[in-house]
């Protein structure tokens, strides 16, 4: 690797030693002992600013070398930037590789993006609010001036502090487009978001956490949700087509009886029935009370095993006529059903236990169905499918809207959220 | 994470047809609809 091209020099303010590892590339530099600014395109070293800044630490030291993209690349330049409305500060890093050339690790508020200049004539840049970039649209996100807060490394280009530039954010997740303009040039930088454990891991350090959504942020699901949307409507499509097979049941018996006055602790039956296969069961009775109440014990009996399945019944019904205005509640027909009830012979027990009753007893009707479409079923396992589509719909649109509220530019669907103070 | 989503939904699509099938009323599940052998015997005849 020509990685040996690094040169040094004392610093014409401090005499410290002052390392150049893109030699050839940097035309700036920064004494990491006094925070000079001299010019190291020629072998003069000149002053370009005096300063007496102690260096800071950095996240990512100058010098630190990590494996980003399978490529080697080691930090030569460090500069810290704010925005001079927001306030807002971020941290850019230069990256250097004798072979590859320059690439930028931008970090704001833990998020991190890896970046490299483009050599694109892109004409709207700056201006229009949507640019295309191969083949990808980036909606304006920011506009902004920002200025340059502290510099500490080499630079190949001239840096330092208080110098401003005009900038446009552009955004198509994972990705940012940044347009810079300042008196001389016109830049674009093109950034791919990258979560800090790869930083971390490139590096070898480790990194403050992450806070907030970053404008370029994937969002979660953000390449999964319409597949996710696909699965669910095919399966609800065949879960329906399912349901309407199974059509509307199968009458095994049609039962009327009457309770007499006398017979209020009579149990009935209903005659033997079969059932070829296990099924569903589902019981309806039909009992004309009224002001009145009626409770029925029913249990199905396995005639060869004597196992029973038992539900109750209650059925009321109540009417009047409140100041001339009439009014009914409960009703007269009652459905239980029995749940994978085995093949075999059954019976009906109906245990009845009539209200007030009157002197001409009671008609008892009861029509027993087997094989009937649960449409509970089909709800229950509705539930569980949407539940997690649902899920990932509500929360990258709860993700969007955080990605969208420090902007100026949010499409309408993400700004009406906005906080009134 | 696609193929995990499909396959638990392939996998609650077979429930509902071995639901279906058995006939299962999924309501049902937390009441106990059966009597000891002995309760029914007093109706047997």
Redesign the interface.
Known sequence: MAGKSVKSFSCPACGGIVEIRAAGHTISAVCAHCSTLIDTANDNFKIIKKDHEASRITDIPIGAKGVLDSIKWEVIGYVEKKDKSSMSYWDEYLLFNPYFGFRFLVQADGHWNFASVIKRHLPQAGVASEIALSGESYSVYCRGLSTVEYVKGEFYWRVRKGDEDKYVDYIAPPKMLTVEKNRQEVTETLAEYIEPEVVEKAFGIELPTKTGVAPNQPAP?HD?LG??WK??I??IF??LV??WN?GSGTMVNSTHIHIAHTERDK?F?TPVFNLPN????FARSMVPVSNDWMELDL?L?NEE???????RQVIEYYSGNDEGEYWSEGGQVEES?????PAGNYRM?I?PSPGKMGDNGMDVSLEIK??V??W???W??FF??IV?PLYAFLYRWYFENKRWENSDYAPAIYSSGESDD | MTRIFGVYCASLVAMLVYANYQGYVFTNIFESQSHAAQSANRYHK
């Open positions: 699901f999964k597949s996710i699965i669910t095919l399966s065949v879960g399912i349901q199974m149990t039956s296990s099924s569903n069961l249990s009996v095993t004597n196992k029973a399945y038992g539900t059903s029995f749940s994978a009830v027990l245990d087997r094989n479409a649960v509970s079923n089909f229950i396992i569980f499918i997690f």
